[in-house]
């Protein structure tokens, strides 16, 4: 297994054009990722981080005067409903009707979920204190301005769970009269963003996917690898583990490597993403059928 820093793009471009047809490497697959797949999913991430920014002020202001019902269980109702609406067509909100969000939910001027959207019933959030527990929350009632960040859910069904538990919040405070009287707030986890950014890209290669292309997008969050959970289960299994893709990316611009698993030969892409949050980064795979893959 070999790996490429990509210090200087053009420099890592030029060598893997240079090297060919390598019988144990894939230059192909590395020059693949560097010029078009590490750019698109960067570019994909760059257009959902704008979209749920938009996306998240316009649901603050729509909810707004729900936030001052006095009736507490009326309020609760009205603001269920409410977040339930923006997401529906043909009237909702369209950078959160097709959203990788999971939750949706509106907490009061002290950080506490007046509801999320869901059913009564199935609401775990309410009550909760985001603004404890989540610094943007906390920072968007605080200054009244639209926040983002990486937060981590701890919950006593996943406490003891091997599974990644951080989420991209995205928080927009509500206005009444000039003052702040609550704040809705979205949810993405990484590992949806992750299944996001692979389908978006299977979608736009469909047809080289068709005639053999591989191509996946995962998510390393500090040094735990965030796997789609439709990916094949061998690609998670033949990549080096999180703590390993981390030591050897650093405090580096990113890398390349590659690995051999079922009798193809993968090119991988490591890119920090410190706009998701702090430790965060990409990583793309390819394998193809290509004459030199």
Not at 138 to 151: D, F, H, K, M
Not at 220 to 246: C, H, K, T, Y
């Amino acid at each position: 297994m070999r790996t490429w820093r990509i210090g200087a793009w053009v420099m890592v471009v030029a060598l893997a054009a240079l090297a060919g047809c390598e019988p144990e490497g894939a230059p192909g697959a590395r020059k693949a990722l560097l010029e078009e797949h590490v750019p698109r999913v960067k570019a994909i991430l760059r257009e959902d981080r704008e979209k749920h920014w938009e996306a998240i002020q316009e649901a603050a202001s729509r909810l707004a005067p729900g936030f001052q019902v006095e009736d507490p269980a009326t309020r609760e109702a009205q603001m269920r409903t409410a977040l339930k609406r923006v997401q529906e067509l043909p009237r909702g909100i369209a950078g959160l009707v097709v959203s990788p969000i999971t939750f949706l939910a509106a907490v009061d001027a002290q950080g506490l979920v007046i509801a999320r959207d869901v059913d009564d019933a199935d609401d775990r959030m309410q009550g909760q204190d985001f603004a404890e527990r989540f610094a943007p929350v906390r920072a968007a009632l605080e200054s009244g301005q639209p926040q983002r960040g990486l937060v981590t859910f701890e919950t006593e069904e996943n406490a003891e769970a091997d599974v990644n538990r951080s989420s991209w919040l995205f928080v927009a405070p509500a206005r009444r009269g000039g003052e702040v009287v609550g704040a809705v707030v979205a949810g993405i986890p990484l590992w949806r963003m992750a299944q996001r950014l692979s389908r978006q890209l299977r979608v736009e290669l469909a047809q080289e996917i068709e005639q053999g292309l591989i191509v996946w997008a995962l998510m390393l969050d500090g040094d735990q690898l965030v796997v789609p959970p439709d990916a094949p289960s061998e690609i998670a299994g033949e990549l080096p583990s999180g703590a390993e893709l981390r030591q050897r990316l650093g405090d580096g611009p990113g890398y390349t490597g590659e690995l051999q698993a079922f009798q193809k030969w993968y090119g991988y892409a490591v890119v920090p993403v410190p706009s998701v949050g702090e430790g965060v980064a990409l990583v793309v795979l390819r394998a193809g059928e290509g004459a030199d893959e």
